[in-house]
């Protein structure tokens, strides 16, 4: 069973920058997708950010630019850094993972709640 658990979550203002990681609990964390995906009140659960075992990227309309994903594969985390954060950012993030066969594991979330 793969574990993920998420931390970097919390209450900053707007334009301020959190660092978010998820570590995994997977030893073949290296042939595994990575994504954040995030989850505001009244709206649909999307993608934030993705990264293929390969590294290739991709973002949100809404935060790309803004946000980066990266992946540390020694230390079996991946990040989701985010700058110049807006108040519309505000929502539960959620750490995914994808193996080979299709089958995906979520974190439990983290909050980040930016407001003034």
């Known amino acids: 069973q793969v574990q993920l658990v998420e931390s970097g979550g919390g209450l900053v203002q707007p334009g301020g920058s959190l660092r978010l990681s998820c570590a995994a609990s997977?030893?073949?964390?290296?042939?595994?997708?990575m994504a954040w995906y995030r989850q505001a009140p009244g709206k649909q659960r999307e993608l934030v950010a993705g990264?293929?075992?390969?590294?290739?990227?991709n973002y949100a309309d809404s935060v790309r630019g803004r946000f980066t994903i990266s992946r540390d594969n020694i230390k079996n985390t991946v990040y989701l850094q985010m700058i110049s954060l807006k108040p519309e950012d505000t929502a539960v993030y959620y750490c995914?993972?994808?193996?080979?066969?299709?089958?995906?594991?979520w974190g439990q979330g983290t909050q980040v709640t930016v407001s003034s």
């Open positions: 995914n993972s994808r193996d080979m066969l299709g089958r995906n594991y």
């Open positions: 990264m293929a075992s390969g590294g290739r990227t």
């Open positions: 997977t030893r073949i964390f290296s042939s595994f997708d």
